[in-house]
């Protein structure tokens, strides 16, 4: 499937999949993307922090106020939300991606999903 739109950093389309559904702050951030990718990705600050100010550049997240509820533990931490533009842009990243396990898939190489086939 061609597209117009060149591929999203890992770590962007990760950070964009933590924001899908929810406004989160930094460690948020980092602690999704760390658990849903069994800790193959650690967000460091710097690389967080970075690719949040260049995400806000491009319009793909927004800073914004933190949850009525939220009771910061000292400090006060950004929350950021995904704007139209980053849902789609993740979209099109995981449109992107699933292409390529369609690939695998044809060639035998995985069966379904959640599944591995692993060879010797």
């Known amino acids: 499937m061609p597209t117009d739109r060149p591929a999203l950093p890992a770590h962007w389309f990760q950070i964009l999949l933590a924001l899908a559904d929810q ?12 658990d849903r990718t069994n800790g193959q990705m650690h967000l460091w600050p710097g690389m967080l922090y970075g690719a949040l100010r260049k995400m806000t550049d491009a319009g793909l997240v927004v800073e914004t106020r933190p949850p009525d509820d ?36 044809a060639k035998r190489l995985i069966r379904s999903i959640g599944r591995r086939t692993h060879s010797s």
């Open 23 to 34: 406004d989160l702050h930094g460690l948020g951030i980092t602690k999704d993307v760390f």
């Open 70 to 105: 939220f009771a910061a533990g000292g400090g006060r931490p950004k929350f950021y939300r995904m704007t139209a533009l980053g849902r789609r842009a993740c979209a099109a990243e995981a449109e992107r991606l699933a292409a390529f396990v369609d690939a695998a898939r």
